[in-house]
C-alpha cells in the first residue's frame, strides 16, 4: 500500500470514528431504525471522495447533507413500491393498536426538511443558527420549517 493510500484510509477511518455515532442518530430520526446503519454507510461512502481529497471545508455539514439526501432517496424508493403495492394487494386484517402511532404518522408526514429541523431542535438542543450552519441554509429557513413542522403536528395531533 502506498502512502497516499494509507494516509486516504486514516483520514476515512478518524472521519467514521468523529461522525458515525452521530449521523447514525440524525438518521434513525429521518428514516427509522432499520434502515438508519446501512443508509449512513452509504452516504459516508459517497461522499469519502470528496472527504478526502480536501475539497470540503466542514466535513460535519458534508456527511448530515449526504445522510439527508439518501434519505429523500429512500423515502421516494418507499414511496414508489407503496404506491405499486397498494394496487396490487387490499390488507385483510385491521392493524395491530399502537399507542403512539398517531405521533409516528404525524412526524412521519412532516418533509424531511421540517423533520430534520425538529430533530435538531428536540433531539440535539441546537440553536436555531446553529442548525442553519449545520445544513447550510439561513436562520430565517430553518425558521420557516419548524414554524411548518409545529403547525402541522399541532393539526395532526391536536
Same mark, same amino acid.
Given at each position: 500500500m502506498t502512502n497516499t493510500a494509507t494516509d486516504t484510509s486514516c483520514v476515512q477511518d478518524r472521519l467514521w470514528r468523529e461522525h458515525a455515532a452521530g449521523l447514525v442518530g440524525f438518521a434513525t430520526f429521518l428514516v427509522g431504525p432499520s434502515d438508519a446503519n446501512d443508509l449512513v454507510v452509504e452516504a459516508f461512502l459517497r461522499s469519502v471522495p470528496k472527504l478526502v481529497s480536501? #475539497? =470540503? #471545508? #466542514?466535513?460535519?455539514? !458534508?456527511?448530515?447533507?449526504?445522510?439527508?439526501?439518501?434519505?429523500h432517496d429512500l423515502r421516494r424508493g418507499r414511496s414508489r413500491r407503496r404506491r405499486r403495492d397498494l394496487q396490487a394487494i387490499r390488507p385483510t386484517s385491521t392493524p395491530v393498536a399502537d399507542e403512539f402511532g398517531d405521533v409516528r404518522g404525524a412526524v412521519?408526514?412532516? @418533509?424531511?426538511?421540517?423533520?430534520?429541523?425538529? !430533530?435538531?431542535?428536540?433531539?440535539? #438542543?441546537?440553536?436555531e443558527r446553529d442548525i442553519a450552519m449545520l445544513l447550510?441554509? @439561513?436562520? @430565517?429557513? =430553518?425558521?420557516?420549517?419548524?414554524?411548518?413542522?409545529?403547525?402541522?403536528?399541532?393539526?395532526?395531533?391536536?
Open positions: 480536501g #475539497d =470540503v #471545508d #466542514d466535513p460535519t455539514r !458534508y456527511l448530515l447533507r449526504a445522510v439527508t439526501n439518501q434519505a412521519a408526514n412532516l @418533509s424531511l426538511a421540517q423533520r430534520t429541523v425538529v !430533530y435538531f431542535v428536540y433531539w440535539e #438542543d441546537r440553536t447550510g441554509v @439561513s436562520p @430565517s429557513t =430553518v425558521r420557516e420549517h419548524l414554524l411548518r413542522a409545529r403547525t402541522h403536528l399541532r393539526k395532526a395531533l391536536g
